[in-house]
């Protein structure tokens, strides 16, 4: 397996370069990689549903138009293999969201973002592990089982889409997709030694997102390195007309964007200090490995100062008050009525219909979600609603400003992604408080609608990866895509390659 070994370790642009040259075809590629899914599931546990067959057929397709020549208009990374959160639906093959409500259900239709990552003739592996329904940051609240973090199995890997960033680190997937709805794709990243990116909010159509809170969910590209998820964005991003919230405007230049960070000249670019994220409650060693990547920044040329967003700290909360909400809207529709699962009530118990949704709810959710259920109704609830819900909103309306305040002064801003490593399995799960506050540093950007993206910046003392975060103001994502592929570069040099290449990885010699 030595020659598949070096294929899989290679970045999604080198890949589509090999396969461009015919070196190596698209079906080759997408084999290497289900080999390596059935070496390293047993310890990893990234995947819920692998669809082989399907990937190689595709893979076939691809292979005929090259030999055919007709790739014209298909997108750099056509014919690389891409592995799929399982909270994006996909035809043909089962969508559960992690979830025992969802169990089983095969979607008659493809989300936006998969029709376009098959007109670009890019496999698809399978589909993701997550935390239910995307709530937690973890995933250890599926419904089918914990995802390890490929560094350290007995740690977990960040959530909810911890299966596309484990699948993206232990080398089953070059690329992933994953959903963002308050750090789901660069918590993850952070934890695992990934890239992971949150576009602007309508920047990337959310049709055939499974929703959990629609005002703050956001699909994106998950990737080994920055150009690799600057690529896939350009695939993923761009208006569609059935997503009402999606943005009428291109997909900024962020390939560009990253080729030109990798110069590593960062002269003239300015880069703010968030004031209010660090600190109290960091680990010393993420604390120090962000502020050794800071000073990288300043000797290319970045300009560095403190800014100050004053309302940030208020937005955990007023997050807790208004995810909770758009989850109990949006689930109310999984009712054992239209789709999904239904538990009639045992013999003793009125056939009511109301009994059925209770008999099937308390089957099919886990305890994270009902947690999410009960205080999202709550905090709808008559003589709640404007005490609690409408004063989120107004704290919501105050971050947006300090961020555009902000971006008045510096071109990005920068902060730790989470405020520790991975943690072990267990250690969290009975303080649901504690692990809500570990989304601190990502929340912000949901909020507030900007595009946010996490890279590693080297191990802690534990030796597990710490994530390093950029903000872009609105619409300008390619903003963070320069200084983060320079500081992805310079980080390399000193590295000596890759972080990946520090992870033990028994389960490519098998």
């Not at 999604?12 to 070196?23: C, T």
């Not at 909400?325 to 009639?344: C, I, P, Q, T």
């Not at 205080?375 to 105050?398: H, I, M, N, P």
């Not at 003392?461 to 950029?470: E, K, L, R, S, T």
Request: proline share 6%; aromatic share 8%.
């Amino acid at each position: 397996m030595s020659n598949a070994t070096e294929l899989v370790k290679l970045s999604a642009a080198q890949m589509a370069e090999k396969i461009r040259s015919k070196e190596v075809s698209s079906r080759e590629l997408t084999q290497a990689h289900l080999d390596v899914i059935e070496a390293a599931e047993p310890t990893v546990n990234a995947f819920l549903h692998v669809s082989g067959k399907e990937a190689l057929a595709q893979a076939d397709a691809f292979d005929k138009k090259l030999a055919a020549g007709d790739t014209e208009g298909l997108p750099e990374l056509a014919g690389v293999p891409i592995a799929i959160k399982d909270m994006i639906v996909t035809k043909g093959i089962p969508t559960t969201a992690a979830s025992k409500i969802l169990e089983g259900w095969v979607p008659p239709y493809d989300a936006t973002v998969i029709e376009k990552i098959k007109a670009a003739g890019m496999p698809i592996l399978g589909k993701t592990n997550l935390d239910e329904f995307a709530q937690g940051s973890s995933t250890e609240h599926s419904a089918f089982g914990n995802t390890h973090n490929p560094w350290d199995a007995t740690r977990v890997p960040g959530g909810s889409g911890g299966g596309s960033a484990s699948a993206v680190g232990s080398y089953e997937a070059p690329l992933a997709l994953g959903t963002d709805t308050g750090g789901s794709i660069r918590q993850p990243g952070a934890f695992t030694g990934t890239v992971g990116v949150k576009p602007t909010y309508g920047g990337v159509s959310r049709y055939g997102a499974i929703a959990m809170a629609s005002s703050l969910d956001q699909i994106g590209p998950c990737g080994r390195t920055v150009l690799d998820t600057a690529l896939l964005h350009e695939v993923i991003g761009g208006n569609d007309r059935r997503d009402s919230t999606s943005i009428p405007a291109p997909v900024p230049p962020v390939a560009a964007a990253a080729r030109e960070g990798l110069k590593r000249d960062l002269k003239g670019v300015r880069v703010g200090l968030i004031k209010e994220i660090g600190g109290e409650g960091f680990e010393a060693g993420v604390a120090a490995r962000f502020n050794e990547a800071v000073k990288l920044l300043e000797s290319m040329g970045a300009e560095v100062k403190e800014v100050s967003l004053p309302h940030l700290p208020y937005s955990l909360g007023a997050y807790y008050i208004i995810m909770p909400s758009e989850v109990s809207s949006n689930l109310a529709r999984y009712d054992g009525m239209r789709y999904g699962l239904r538990v009639m009530p045992p013999a003793g118990v009125p056939q009511t219909s109301a009994n059925m949704m209770a008999y099937t709810r308390e089957a099919g959710f886990g305890d994270e979600v009902k947690r999410r259920i009960i205080l999202g109704t709550y905090a709808l609830s008559a003589g709640y609603y404007d005490a609690w819900y409408g004063s989120a909103q107004k704290v919501r309306t105050l971050v947006i400003d300090d961020f555009n305040k902000a971006f008045e002064q510096v071109d990005v801003l920068v902060s730790p992604t989470a405020p520790s490593t991975a943690f072990h399995f267990g250690e969290k799960t009975s303080d649901p408080l504690s692990m809500y506050l570990g989304d601190v540093a990502t929340i912000p950007a949901n909020m507030a609608g900007v595009p946010a993206m996490s890279i590693p910046c080297g191990l802690s003392d534990n030796g597990m990866p710490v994530g390093f975060q950029f903000f872009a103001p609105q619409r300008h994502d390619e903003a963070m895509y320069k200084p983060a592929a320079a500081l992805e570069a310079a980080l390399e040099e000193q590295w000596g390659g890759n972080i990946l290449t520090k992870m033990a990885t028994p389960w490519l010699n098998a």
